[in-house]
């Protein structure tokens, strides 16, 4: 089984591109997780060393997207 | 049926994230289509109509998600 994460900061614009990004994968062969980063301080350092650098992204088996621009990573340190 | 209409220019950014983006969606749900806009100029407006500026782009049935950045659609007219 692969792993797609969807990472965002729960802001609209990721909670629309998470519904229909999120629901076009394949669930048969990926695992998917949703990590809200402003809720989940711990996992911002996991993300940056994935090489994010803005949310929402989308890491499919370790290969980082970056998906529009809502805010960086920078930004979601603020208001997490 | 879906569809799903990847926009790319050719370029090696976009092919890398075309592999991985275009496998993990689900093609039981999802036709999908693969449009290289250097290639095919014709469809540029049509890119342009539905909101992409930049490239690689996937439309989800006409949601338009722009992953990464290689060139805005400015920078495609110029090369195509």
């Known amino acids: 089984m692969k792993k797609a ?3 965002h900061a729960g802001c609209p614009v990721c909670v ?3 519904q229909q990004v999120v629901d076009a994968i394949d ?3 990926f695992e998917i997780e ?3 980063l402003g809720e989940h301080k711990a ?3 996991e993300a940056e060393q994935a090489g994010i650098v803005s949310v929402p ?3 499919l088996d370790g290969a980082i997207f970056h998906i ?3 805010a960086s990573i920078a ?3 603020g208001i997490a």
């Open 5 to 7: 994460i969807y990472y």
């Open 16 to 18: 629309a591109a998470e």
């Open 27 to 29: 669930k048969n062969r």
């Open 34 to 36: 949703i990590v809200h």
């Open 43 to 45: 996992r911002i350092a």
């Open 57 to 59: 992204a989308l890491s």
């Open 68 to 70: 529009n621009f809502e």
């Open 75 to 77: 930004d979601v340190k």
